[in-house]
C-alpha cells in the first residue's frame, strides 16, 4: 500500500484546512487508516482512525469535537477535516495504513508528512 498525503499548509487559529491521503497498490478492506502528527520538538502522535470496511472512527482526545476523519471509497482516498484549529495543532501530519482489528499502532505504511502551520 502506497499513502500519498496532501492538503498541508497555513491557516489561522479558528480556522479549517482540510488534508487529504490517497492509498494505492492494494486493497482496502481490513485496513484501519490513520492520521497522525508530529511537532517539532516532541513525538508523532496519533490523530484520528478510520476502519475502512465500517467506517467506525476514533479520535484522539485532543482533536475530538474539531476534527473530522473521513473516506471516499470510489477513490480510496481518506480525509481529515480540521475545523477550530489552534496553534497546538501545528505539526507534520502522516497518513499511515495497518491492517487488523485494531487501530492501535503500529501502522506498517505511512506516507509523506504535510505540513500544517497554525497561526495565532
Known amino acids: 500500500v502506497q499513502l500519498q498525503a496532501s492538503g498541508g499548509g497555513l491557516v489561522q487559529a479558528g480556522g479549517s484546512l482540510r488534508l487529504s491521503c490517497a492509498a494505492s497498490?492494494?486493497?482496502?478492506?481490513?485496513?484501519?487508516l490513520g492520521w497522525f502528527r508530529q511537532a517539532p520538538g516532541k513525538e508523532r502522535e496519533f490523530v484520528a482512525a478510520?476502519?475502512?470496511?465500517?467506517?467506525?472512527?476514533y479520535y484522539a482526545d485532543s482533536v475530538k469535537g474539531r476534527f473530522t476523519i473521513s473516506r471516499d471509497s470510489a477513490k480510496a482516498t481518506v480525509f481529515l477535516q480540521m475545523d477550530s484549529a489552534k496553534p497546538e495543532d501545528t505539526a507534520v501530519y502522516y497518513c499511515?495504513?495497518?491492517?487488523?482489528?485494531?487501530?492501535?499502532?503500529?501502522?506498517?505504511?505511512w506516507g509523506q508528512g504535510t505540513l500544517v502551520t497554525v497561526s495565532s
Open positions: 499511515a495504513a495497518r491492517r487488523g482489528t485494531s487501530y492501535d499502532p503500529p501502522y506498517n505504511y
Open positions: 478510520i476502519r475502512w470496511s465500517y467506517g467506525s472512527t
Open positions: 497498490g492494494g486493497i482496502l478492506s481490513g485496513y484501519f
